[in-house]
């Protein structure tokens, strides 16, 4: 039995003993980070209350708007700038971040408005008090590395500070997606390396993960038996060596 | 490895329970239909001008459905409630039976329905305290599925089984934290870490000199490529030693 308990451990340790100095070593990282600077939101900030809002009796009656756009699983109110506007969800995901299809509507006028280059960079800019200047925009439809659990097309506005900020808008609903940095991308190289996701899937169920882990179960159950042994066999001796 | 042995089995057991579960599969997202029912306009015949006469009060009106009802939903203060968009009538706080439709509808394994319990207060840890009042639903299959439908908004607010649980329970035993499960920043995480750290790089270096250096200096003494017996044998004599 020891013997294929060593053997076991010998081989294990050959295959996996490197990712496993990784994992130790990120999951380190983990302990000590800063968490709220991994977070990313060192310039973000709570947009501005609108200073008069309409009254919601006075916006354009639910009833005309889902005339006007039928299909509608749910309508819902949003705020845009400090605007009153009516988010209708004609695909409704299980979660934001799946897909999810959406309608936007200004409350007051009835328009339907679409989350253009120009609003993205202004709710960006309203969430944002750090002291760059916005550098640029682009829209991302897919593998959003920042948020990439994020399956809905997301602008991206990148901003000319020393953290080299880029917020991000969900152009369905106009939605804050969020804000990241490089302290958050720093975090998230651990991350990546913890969860052996080199795809940038934001996922740890991957197969190269699970064939690692599954190796890593023979380590360690091997070597526990093994270290067992040794007690036993009165290899752990700190007082007759004193 | 006397001292953080153990913590290297718990490490893998645990780390290889989170990543052979699809975490989806963990969040019981095949638990539920995610219907796309629409809202019929024709059915909205209670005004929202009459609403808003009658709860002067009302914030953040949204249409939506309950089941196959059309409903308004409206906030006043912190206070959630739900009309039946055709005639004004309060559904909100529902009833055990409309809850127990709500999960019916939602719920998308086999097995009844074992019971219904309304939760005012003192939520389980799985349930945020947010979402409160609530009614959880339990279904009779396997992982012990159970739904929680706010009483106020008759949605369905999170849902739960048994790998879900154990999933939060593995995390917490993976990140060492023994008090509750939040927390990755603690010292004893730290200091067995640190332990572990120097532990898997003696081991990589045992690794090198007792698997990787013989094997290699052993296929040079033969003088031919490394077949698959010139490595097996001196992990046999090392074995051994």
């Given at each position: 039995m020891m013997f294929w308990t060593k053997k076991?451990?010998?081989?294990?340790?050959?295959?996996?003993?490197?990712q496993l100095l990784i994992w130790v070593?990120?999951?380190?990282?983990?302990?000590?980070?800063?968490?709220?600077k991994a977070r990313?939101?060192?310039?973000?900030?709570?947009?501005?209350?609108?200073?008069?809002?309409?009254?919601?009796?006075?916006?354009?009656p639910v009833e005309s708007i889902l005339k006007a756009y039928p299909d509608t699983v749910e309508l819902t109110q949003t705020k845009l700038l400090a605007k009153p506007y009516y988010l209708l969800t004609q695909q409704q995901g299980l979660y934001r971040h799946f897909a999810n299809r959406y309608l936007l509507i200004n409350a007051v006028t009835g328009e339907l408005t679409k989350v253009s280059e120009?609003?993205?960079?202004?709710?960006?800019?309203?969430?944002?008090?750090?002291?760059?200047?916005?550098?640029?925009?682009?829209?991302?439809?897919?593998?959003?590395?920042?948020?990439?659990?994020?399956?809905?097309?997301?602008?991206?506005?990148?901003?000319?500070?020393?953290?080299?900020?880029?917020?991000?808008?969900?152009?369905?609903?106009?939605?804050?997606?969020?804000?990241?940095?490089?302290?958050?991308?720093?975090?998230?190289f651990f991350f990546m390396l913890h969860f052996m996701d080199y795809g940038d899937e934001g996922s740890f169920n991957n197969i190269q993960i699970m064939l690692f882990a599954f190796v890593?179960?023979?380590?360690?159950?091997?070597?526990?038996?093994?270290?067992?042994?040794?007690?036993?066999?009165?290899?752990?001796?700190?007082k007759a060596s004193r | 490895m006397l001292f953080i042995g153990m913590q290297f089995v718990i490490w893998s057991v645990t780390g290889a329970y989170m990543v052979f579960f699809d975490i989806d599969y963990i969040h019981g997202d095949s638990l539920i239909v995610n219907h796309q029912t629409k809202i019929q306009p024709e059915k909205l015949t209670y005004p929202t001008q009459t609403l808003f006469q009658q709860y002067p009060q009302a914030e953040n009106l949204s249409v939506g459905m309950l089941i196959n009802?059309?409903?308004?939903?409206?906030?006043?203060?912190?206070?959630?409630?739900?009309?039946?968009?055709?005639?004004?009538?309060?559904?909100?706080?529902?009833?055990?039976?409309?809850?127990?439709?709500?999960?019916?509808?939602?719920?998308?394994?086999?097995?009844?329905?074992?019971?219904?319990?309304?939760?005012?207060?003192?939520?389980?840890?799985?349930?945020?305290?947010?979402?409160?009042?609530?009614?959880?639903?339990?279904?009779?299959?396997?992982?012990?599925?159970?739904?929680?439908?706010?009483?106020?908004?008759?949605?369905?607010?999170?849902?739960?089984?048994?790998?879900?649980?154990?999933?939060?329970?593995?995390?917490?035993?993976?990140?060492?934290?023994?008090?509750d499960g939040e927390n990755v920043s603690n010292w004893f995480l730290f200091i067995i870490a640190l332990?572990?750290?120097?532990?898997?790089?003696?081991?990589?270096?045992?690794?090198?000199?007792?698997?990787?250096?013989?094997?290699?200096?052993?296929?040079?003494?033969?003088?031919?490529?490394?077949?698959?017996?010139g490595q097996d044998k001196p992990l046999n004599n090392g074995g051994e030693s």
């Amino acid at each position: 039995m020891m013997f294929w308990t060593k053997k076991i451990h010998k081989w294990a340790s050959l295959l996996i003993g490197l990712q496993l100095l990784i994992w130790v070593f990120s999951g380190l990282v983990f302990n000590v980070i800063d968490h709220k600077k991994a977070r990313g939101n060192a310039y973000r900030q709570a947009p501005a209350a609108s200073e008069h809002r309409v009254a919601e009796k006075d916006l354009l009656p639910v009833e005309s708007i889902l005339k006007a756009y039928p299909d509608t699983v749910e309508l819902t109110q949003t705020k845009l700038l400090a605007k009153p506007y009516y988010l209708l969800t004609q695909q409704q995901g299980l979660y934001r971040h799946f897909a999810n299809r959406y309608l936007l509507i200004n409350a007051v006028t009835g328009e339907l408005t679409k989350v253009s280059e120009q609003l993205a960079s202004n709710i960006a800019k309203a969430s944002y008090n750090g002291p760059g200047e916005i550098t640029s925009i682009a829209l991302l439809t897919a593998n959003i590395a920042d948020y990439p659990k994020q399956k809905n097309p997301t602008w991206r506005i990148n901003f000319s500070d020393d953290l080299e900020t880029s917020v991000y808008v969900e152009q369905g609903s106009g939605r804050l997606v969020g804000h990241s940095n490089s302290d958050k991308r720093f975090a998230g190289f651990f991350f990546m390396l913890h969860f052996m996701d080199y795809g940038d899937e934001g996922s740890f169920n991957n197969i190269q993960i699970m064939l690692f882990a599954f190796v890593t179960l023979w380590l360690a159950l091997s070597g526990g038996i093994w270290t067992v042994h040794m007690v036993r066999n009165g290899r752990y001796r700190l007082k007759a060596s004193r | 490895m006397l001292f953080i042995g153990m913590q290297f089995v718990i490490w893998s057991v645990t780390g290889a329970y989170m990543v052979f579960f699809d975490i989806d599969y963990i969040h019981g997202d095949s638990l539920i239909v995610n219907h796309q029912t629409k809202i019929q306009p024709e059915k909205l015949t209670y005004p929202t001008q009459t609403l808003f006469q009658q709860y002067p009060q009302a914030e953040n009106l949204s249409v939506g459905m309950l089941i196959n009802r059309e409903v308004y939903r409206f906030n006043i203060d912190k206070q959630k409630f739900m009309l039946d968009a055709t005639n004004g009538q309060q559904l909100s706080p529902i009833t055990e039976s409309s809850a127990l439709a709500v999960a019916k509808h939602f719920y998308s394994g086999d097995g009844e329905v074992i019971n219904a319990r309304l939760i005012t207060e003192n939520p389980p840890f799985e349930l945020s305290s947010r979402h409160l009042p609530a009614w959880r639903i339990n279904f009779d299959n396997f992982g012990s599925p159970a739904l929680y439908i706010s009483a106020n908004s008759g949605k369905v607010v999170t849902k739960r089984h048994e790998f879900w649980r154990l999933f939060d329970w593995m995390f917490r035993f993976h990140v060492m934290d023994y008090d509750d499960g939040e927390n990755v920043s603690n010292w004893f995480l730290f200091i067995i870490a640190l332990l572990a750290q120097f532990a898997v790089l003696s081991g990589l270096v045992l690794t090198y000199f007792k698997v990787i250096k013989p094997a290699f200096t052993n296929n040079k003494k033969r003088g031919n490529s490394a077949t698959f017996n010139g490595q097996d044998k001196p992990l046999n004599n090392g074995g051994e030693s």
